[in-house]
């Protein structure tokens, strides 16, 4: 049996809290990995930092037959890049990875590796006409304001301000996607399976394709992966006429277990495998509505000879937007059910 | 071998969910193949012959299907398509879960609309009165069901598109007593979605060289444009398609063996859609590759249409290619 069951209390709460809190737009994911390595230094048998910048980290069971299992969160989060330098500290930029632009106007941003404080800015309502307003601002359109004093160079990356807090049941930051899955995985690290060899990889570059994951697997070659991440809720009822059918997932209703998405067909037996485990451990979980989206388990599941995927993710509504928001019950259910589910994994459940 | 497709199309096996029609061709090939195998994500591999030139043949054993979104309080059931699902072909349809389940679709607002709706605006029908009753839950999955149609010498189905490129594997693999090279039947999953199983399947077995066998489209129905291939001309040899340029030396051995041993074939050239092939062709170094296809009426429609002969024809040529030793200059070896 395992030595200890990750939870979440008040220390992650503060680990999550600084993760949030750090800065990592895809392709610069160094302070975040920086907080990731210290996390887990202690708590694995081997630790590298790859080519792309993945943290590929391996934590040996003892048993026979051990399975490797790969736990893949991604480390980045959307943002910007500036591109050009209009002088007195305005710049142009454009977006990484999905973000409507239209929750662009009037937000704080943090660019650069010292969070230098910005703004986008829009025209005040002085000054434009009715039918202006009814037009959402277009990326090209806005600036980076920084002012004339911030040294930043053309090629930085930015995103919005770190604005976390805990208020009530609920979760309230920038970058929960994926920031609550890497302290999720943080936590797996200090438990030891002695029937799985567990292969965690804090990945790169998933907001702008599944890129980290791709190597990080054909570093691995795992048995299974397990991907955990953050989904949108669409579940606000005002939207909708009627029942809302196009809800993602719910808030409130647990993790959120994936059957298919556009980048992967979640593997049957191990969706099957996972709701009975959380069934039978009156775990809450709810399955994300199939279509659309991708998350890693498309990078890793056609690597080199193929490896069987599921993917799990806490919902949080409004997702990459300056705020997102996430009910800490469902996060806290997340380590719950994932244990529950890799404390009883064993080699036939992949025999076909 | 009528027979043989009527029991293959008959089986519900969308993409990922190909359990069912992987245990009933591995029934099918157990007594014919040198070695059998299932990979990681489902593919069937049969081994025939060994230490020749390393061949890949690809065959998918996957459908394309409906896969449950939700299931409202009134038990009617939304969906979303797996693979290319055309909204055209599905009103009043019926389908058939994986769990036994059956329904038809219908579509929001009823029939007296001009406009086609998306697959957001239809449902299906399971007779359910509501959600608690409904034996469907959210990520359930269907699959069209139509009864196998026997025309003479066109032949009916859902899922011929692969189920026939399944069945001429396997008629090739039967017929095909020794081989003087090492043959790798494949029976992929997940083509529909992607060309998935290929992809990792064909970096499993590292073959010198690889054609798929898959349905392609069809020129000789009314106001159909700019596509030469016909129903009952052979089995096509492909050229291209939207996602693959074959190889030309590839093209060239197939088109000479079919000349030689006097096999009808007709030359394809398909501006869209794509087979197994692409994605063999791109894994590792590269690989060179080809396509034999049975030509197909309205393909990813619950009634696709083949021709008898082009089957058997495909399957002489597939034998054709596989028998003798594959000595070309890109071999491999």
Known sequence: ?352 | MKELIHKLTDIFSPSGYEDAIRGVIRAEIKEFADEIRVDALGNLIARKGKGGTRVMVAAHMDEIGLMTTHVDDKGFVRFTGIGGVYPRNLPGGRVRFVNGTRGVIGLDGGVFSNDLPPLEKMFIDVGASSKDDCPVKTGDVAAFERPFLDLGNRVVAKSMDDRIGCAVAIESLRTLKSTSNEVYFVFTAQEEVGTRGAQTSAYGIDPDLGFSIDVTGWGDTPGQRDFDVALGKGPAIKIRDGGMLSDPRIVDWMISMAEKKKIPYQREVLLGGTTDARAMQLVRGGIPVGCVSVPCRYVHSPSEMIDYNDVQNAVKLTTTLLRAPIELPFAGK
Not at chain 1, 113 to 130: D, L, R, S
Not at chain 1, 131 to 139: N, V
């Open chain 1, 1 to 352: 049996m395992p030595n200890k069951t990750p939870t979440i209390s008040a220390p992650q709460f503060k680990l999550l809290e600084k993760l949030c809190r750090a800065v990592g737009v895809s392709g610069g994911e160094g302070e975040v990995r920086k907080i990731v390595l210290d996390e887990i230094k202690s708590s694995v048998d081997e630790v590298k930092v790859d080519a792309l910048g993945n943290v590929l980290a391996t934590k040996k069971g003892r048993g026979a037959k051990r399975l490797r299992v790969m736990l893949d969160a991604h480390m980045d989060e959307v943002g910007f890049m500036l591109v050009a330098d209009d002088g007195e500290g305005l710049y142009r930029f454009k977006i990484i990875g999905g973000i409507d632009p239209r929750n662009l106007a009037g937000k704080q941003v943090v660019v650069g590796k010292e969070h230098f404080p910005g703004v986008i800015g829009a025209k005040p309502i002085h000054h434009t006409t009715p039918e202006e307003r009814k037009k959402p601002l277009a990326e090209d359109a806005l600036r980076i304001d920084l002012g004339p004093e911030s040294k930043i160079k053309v090629g930085e990356r930015g995103t919005f301000a770190p604005n976390f807090q805990r208020v009530g049941p609920s979760l309230m930051s920038k970058a929960l996607d994926n920031r609550l899955g890497i302290a999720t995985l943080i936590e797996f690290l200090k438990v030891s399976y002695p029937n799985v060899d567990l292969c965690a990889a804090f990945t790169v570059q998933e907001e702008i394709g599944l890129r980290g994951a791709k190597v990080a697997a054909q570093y691995f070659r795992p048995d299974l992966a397990i991907v955990i991440d953050a989904t949108p809720a669409n579940d606000l009822p005002m939207q909708f006429e009627g029942e809302n059918i196009f809800y993602n997932t719910k808030l409130g209703l647990g993790p959120a277990l994936y059957v298919s998405n556009s980048s992967a067909i979640d593997d049957p037996r191990l969706v099957c495998f996972i709701q009975d485990i959380a069934q039978k451990a009156k775990i809450p979980y709810q399955i994300r509505q199939p279509g659309g989206g991708g998350t890693n388990a498309g990078g890793i599941q056609r690597t080199v000879v193929g490896v069987p995927v599921v993917s799990i993710s806490v919902p949080h509504r409004y997702t990459h937007s300056p705020i997102s928001v996430a009910r800490i019950d469902d996060w806290k259910n997340m380590p719950a059910l994932l244990h529950a589910a890799i404390s009883q994994i064993t080699p036939a459940l992949l025999k076909r």
